[in-house]
């Protein structure tokens, strides 16, 4: 019954939420009193990860537009493969903690870190320093390695996934964070905040097999939205992704983006790429589906330097 | 009396023994590292044999201590050190317990079956196969059980616990996916143990009398021993205490005469006496008693030397008739073996089945063969891709395994290591089927040896390159489409060294000290 009243309670949320972000004016929901949060978008460059994202948050109104006290926190980084920080194909651990460290300031009462690997998820979670990084600053590092942790969902604006098994803390919690990181990749051309999300459902399997950038951009309509997605551009793979072959592959962008909206964060860092965003499919079909916003001239953007 | 006290010694090794082999075996949660655990299985003799005959080291020596101990005290390797030797002891205790007080009384030994066991073991050792040690050795068995049978009892245990925690959202002990082994691997080790369970408690150490070859060649070492137990005939009172509680069935009261080719030296009958009548004696102590059988102990003793020197692969032309080496194959020739094990040929031939690297296999893509290597390989594992992928780089099972089947590598050397070649079927691919992009394999492909190449419809589909490719699998496993995947890893009879990946400069991209381009 208890997980029963929790997934319930997640979607009617989380359609209100999504309801509310496709109708409604996106930047009055996250107005402050200070009136910080005018930006639907934030770039920052030049920095170290952990300190662009101090700079980056900041302009937003801090993490306490988006967490209120007591609530359960969701930090979803990319710790898809079995390489160290240096080769990129992770998000950057230094970002983690401090992401999960202005989540507790925030008043969050529990911060959970997971992805479903590619590579085997124990030496992921260790090689990549996202588990180290995650306990020291207090959060709890779940494991997503079997099926039994995830719930079934139905997708209703879905063309292709109709439905998908999520994770159940992704469903459980409050807020969501979405953390990816900027790469090549060999399937997707890019893998960003949307593409990100692959790493909370168990059958990757049925994406590749049904068309994957409709996938990709159908699993962007679920009703449980990343409250914020924080792309990592700090060390960007330029080729061989997703998993890179040698440090060879990867670029010093010291950049970072934030965005409430996944599409404008991915069509900012497919810009930084070097890519036109309508170049890769999942964009097109997800500015054509309203997920999000596609055009980058319509959005007011901060623009950092450290 | 101090030898009152080697029974006692004896159990405390015993429960070491079978305590340390079978954590080797299930720890999921990776303790100790796998190069550690090596050294807690160093006594095992068939292991270390066959690893001295392919490279001499420090680690792989415990036979030759066990050789030793042997010509000092007689066969104590079967109380001390074996674990089915101990396993069949708990066996026996456990009647006991249960109140079917079990008494033992003598036996002939079966001279005709045990040695002609060892000839046949021999024998199949000449002609280049150790199928029958595999199926024999007394390791190897306790590692078919634990694997196949304790280990997935343990992975359910912590699964429920896990699953506990779960309900108090304590994220602290994940749980493990399990694959089921084929059912060979299954029925064999569960066969075999409710065979010696049968055998242990009706006769005791039956099966390390009469079917063991390790048994039968440390017992004919042994009646050459410098200490053997004998009863003194001044003292005996004929009482039958130290019959009544001897295992192995191998003392004649009568005649005062103990076998010690089937002494298993439990010591239990040295215990037994409250008249100290029953002890080792040493060489000088036994007085210069001539035996007869010691020349065929030196008869048996070469053969097995020179039967286990025949091993190397020069001696192994026949066994290749079954392969097709050197052919670049078009569909699944070979299975692929592990990393570091060279070629189809020198596991086969050096492995035991004793399923160590199958249990410390992080991703579990080490799986029981059941007939792809042929009958030869029978419960040898092999790179099973629709479990999982090897990883990059892991180098665990070259790192655990006892027997010198699978070689050390280095992490540089096996990101070289050719253990297959990757092959693609455009007709399957879900690229040209379903005019969709997928690239899972791609994605997984750690060398970048399966690239996506544009192609029609602004399509991207896989470009294969064999020679850096090292075999891991990871596309073959990705790939979604079924029942038959379009992407598969063919073995490698002979393992290969790949190339080195292909490295491409970067000179696009965002430079941080330019405007955003937004």
Same mark, same amino acid.
């Given at each position: 019954m208890k997980r029963r009243d929790f997934i319930k309670t997640g979607i009617t949320t989380g359609l209100v939420t999504g309801a509310a972000l496709a109708f409604g004016n996106t930047t009055s929901i996250f107005k402050t009193e200070n009136n910080y949060a005018v930006y639907d978008l934030v770039a920052v460059k030049g920095g170290k990860p952990d300190a662009m994202f101090d700079k980056g948050i900041q302009a937003l109104g801090g993490m306490k537009s988006f967490i209120k006290a007591g609530q359960t926190v969701v930090v979803k980084p990319n710790i898809g493969w079995d390489v160290s920080p240096e080769r990129a194909a992770n998000t950057n651990p230094a970002l983690v903690?401090? &992401?999960?460290?202005?989540?507790?300031?925030?008043? +969050? !009462?529990?911060?959970?870190?997971?992805?479903?690997?590619?590579?085997?998820?124990?030496?992921?979670?260790?090689?990549?320093?996202?588990?180290?990084?995650?306990?020291?600053?207090?959060?709890?590092?779940?494991?997503?390695?079997?099926?039994?942790?995830?719930?079934?969902?139905? &997708?209703?604006?879905?063309?292709?996934?109709?439905? +998908? !098994?999520?994770?159940?803390?992704?469903?459980?919690?409050d807020v969501f964070i979405n953390v990816p990181v900027l790469k090549h990749h060999s399937s997707a051309d890019m893998t960003l905040s949307m593409k990100n999300l692959m790493g909370v459902v168990w059958d990757r399997r049925y994406w590749h097999l049904h068309d994957l950038h409709q996938c990709i951009a159908d699993y962007a309509t679920f009703s449980k939205k990343p409250t914020l997605n924080i792309i990592d551009a700090y060390r960007v793979l330029m080729k061989n992704g997703p998993r890179g072959t040698s440090e060879a592959d990867v670029k010093l962008f010291q950049s970072q983006i934030i965005s409430t909206d996944m599409v404008a964060a991915d069509a900012a860092a497919i810009s930084l790429f070097g890519k036109k965003p309508e170049d890769v499919r999942f964009m097109r079909i997800a500015s054509d589906m309203n997920i999000g916003q596609i055009d980058l001239n319509k959005l007011k953007i901060a623009r950092l330097n450290m | 009396m101090t030898q009152k006290k080697l029974r006692l010694l004896r159990i405390v090794f015993a429960v070491l023994t079978i305590v340390s082999t079978s954590f080797i075996f299930i720890d999921l949660w990776q303790f100790m590292s796998s190069s550690n655990k090596r050294w807690l299985i160093f006594f095992q003799?068939?292991?270390?044999?066959?690893?001295?005959?392919?490279?001499?080291?420090?680690?792989?020596?415990?036979?030759?201590?066990?050789?030793?101990?042997?010509?000092?005290?007689?066969?104590?390797?079967?109380?001390?050190?074996?674990?089915?030797?101990?396993?069949k002891d708990i066996f026996s205790r456990l009647k006991i317990k249960m109140g079917k007080i079990k008494r033992y009384k003598y036996s002939l030994p079966h001279n005709w079956w045990r040695y002609s066991i060892l000839l046949i073991t021999i024998l199949s050792i000449f002609s280049g196969s150790l199928l029958v040690i595999d199926l024999l050795d007394p390791y190897s068995n306790f590692g078919r059980i634990t694997a196949n049978l304790l280990r997935p009892i343990v992975i359910f245990s912590n699964n429920v616990i896990s699953g506990i925690l779960l309900l108090f959202k304590n994220f602290s002990l994940a749980k493990i996916e399990f694959k089921f082994p084929n059912p060979v691997a299954i029925i064999f080790p569960l066969?075999?143990?409710?065979?010696?369970?049968?055998?242990?408690?009706?006769?005791?150490?039956?099966?390390?009398?009469?079917?063991?070859?390790?048994?039968?060649?440390?017992?004919?070492?042994?009646?050459?021993?410098?200490?053997?137990?004998?009863?003194?005939?001044?003292?005996?009172?004929?009482?039958?205490?130290?019959?009544?509680?001897?295992?192995?069935?191998?003392?004649?009261?009568?005649?005062?005469?103990?076998?010690v080719s089937r002494c298993v030296g439990c010591m239990n009958c040295i215990d037994s006496c409250s008249e100290?009548?029953?002890?080792?004696?040493?060489?000088?102590?036994?007085?210069?008693?001539?035996?007869?059988?010691?020349?065929?102990?030196?008869?048996?003793?070469?053969?097995?030397?020179?039967?286990?020197?025949?091993?190397?692969?020069?001696?192994?032309?026949?066994?290749?008739?079954?392969?097709?080496?050197?052919?670049?194959?078009v569909k699944k020739n070979f299975p692929s073996s592990p990393p570091g094990s060279k070629s189809i040929e020198h596991f086969t031939t050096y492995c035991t089945a004793c399923h160590l690297c199958v249990s410390a296999c992080p991703t579990q893509v080490l799986q029981p063969a059941l007939f792809q290597y042929g009958i030869e390989g029978v419960l040898q594992p092999r790179l099973d891709a629709s479990v999982n992928f090897c990883n990059?780089?892991?180098?665990?099972?070259?790192?655990?395994?006892?027997?010198g089947a699978i070689m050390p590598l280095t992490v540089e050397q096996k990101h070289r290591t050719q253990t297959g070649r990757v092959h693609f079927i455009k007709q399957s691919c879900v690229v040209f089927t379903d005019k969709k992009d997928c690239?899972?394999?791609?994605?997984?492909?750690?060398?970048?040896?399966?690239?996506?190449?544009?192609?029609?419809?602004k399509l991207k589909i896989p470009e294969v390159n064999n020679e850096i490719c090292i075999g891991c699998s990871a596309c073959e496993f990705a790939c979604p489409t079924k029942p038959y995947k379009a992407i598969y890893v063919d073995g490698n009879y002979i393992h290969q060294l790949a190339k080195q990946p292909i490295k491409v400069d970067i000179e696009e991209g965002f430079n941080p000290d330019n405007d955003f381009p937004f």
């Open positions: 903690k401090r &992401i999960i460290e202005h989540c507790f300031n925030a008043g +969050a !009462k529990t911060v959970y870190v997971f992805d479903n690997t590619c590579d085997n998820w124990a030496k992921c979670y260790q090689n990549s320093g996202i588990e180290k990084a995650a306990k020291e600053a207090g959060a709890k590092v779940a494991p997503a390695n079997t099926e039994s942790y995830y719930q079934s969902v139905s &997708i209703s604006k879905a063309k292709k996934l109709k439905s +998908a !098994k999520v994770h159940e803390l992704i469903l459980e919690s | 003799f068939i292991p270390s044999v066959t690893t001295t005959f392919n490279k001499i080291s420090i680690s792989s020596i415990g036979f030759i201590l066990i050789l030793l101990f042997t010509l000092f005290f007689g066969r104590i390797y079967c109380s001390f050190f074996c674990p089915i030797g101990v396993l066969s075999f143990l409710i065979f010696i369970f049968y055998l242990a408690i009706k006769r005791g150490r039956f099966y390390c009398n009469v079917i063991c070859p390790v048994g039968t060649i440390l017992g004919l070492l042994s009646r050459i021993s410098f200490y053997k137990i004998q009863i003194n005939q001044s003292v005996c009172t004929l009482c039958g205490n130290c019959v009544k509680v001897c295992k192995s069935e191998c003392i004649d009261i009568r005649n005062h005469y103990v076998d100290n009548g029953i002890k080792y004696n040493s060489l000088k102590e036994r007085g210069n008693i001539v035996d007869h059988k010691k020349r065929m102990t030196f008869i048996a003793s070469f053969s097995m030397l020179a039967g286990l020197l025949s091993m190397s692969p020069r001696y192994r032309a026949s066994g290749e008739h079954r392969y097709k080496a050197g052919e670049v194959p990059f780089d892991c180098i665990v099972c070259t790192e655990i395994c006892p027997s690239g899972a394999c791609s994605e997984h492909c750690p060398t970048k040896a399966v690239q996506m190449v544009p192609w029609k419809y």
